[in-house]
Nanobody, 117 residues
């Protein structure tokens, strides 16, 4: 039983920044990988960024150089710093976590990010 709660979404003008947070109900080192996905209106869900238990990060080409994924181990949170936002970043952003050994996947409820042009 795992809960993931996203926060930090909102409405922002293009060129500005937002930071999303995903708070997990258990030690984040129980997960082999955590990440952020997003789904824009009329589009498929896509991977944005991931971070492994060992700290390895991976980014979608569309956000590379603008977004940074990080962990706050003491607070069992994973963050997504989003800089230089543009209209194409508008989407519902979902936190994802995969449990070690069992590989059971969990998802948060999503947080809306809207970037005005």
């Amino acid at each position: 039983q795992v809960q993931l709660v996203e926060s930090g979404g909102g409405l922002v003008q293009s060129g500005r920044s937002l930071r999303l947070s995903c708070a997990a109900s258990r030690n984040i080192f129980d997960f082999t990988v955590m990440g952020w996905y997003r789904q824009a209106p009329g589009k498929q869900r896509e991977l944005v960024a991931t971070i492994t238990r060992g700290g390895t990060t991976n980014y979608a080409d569309s956000v590379k150089g603008r977004f940074t994924i990080s962990r706050d181990n003491a607070n069992n949170t994973v963050n997504l710093q989003m800089n230089s936002l543009n209209f194409e970043d508008t989407a519902v952003y979902y936190c994802n976590a995969v449990l070690r050994l069992s590989f059971q996947a969990y998802w948060g409820q999503g947080t809306q990010v809207t970037v005005s042009s």
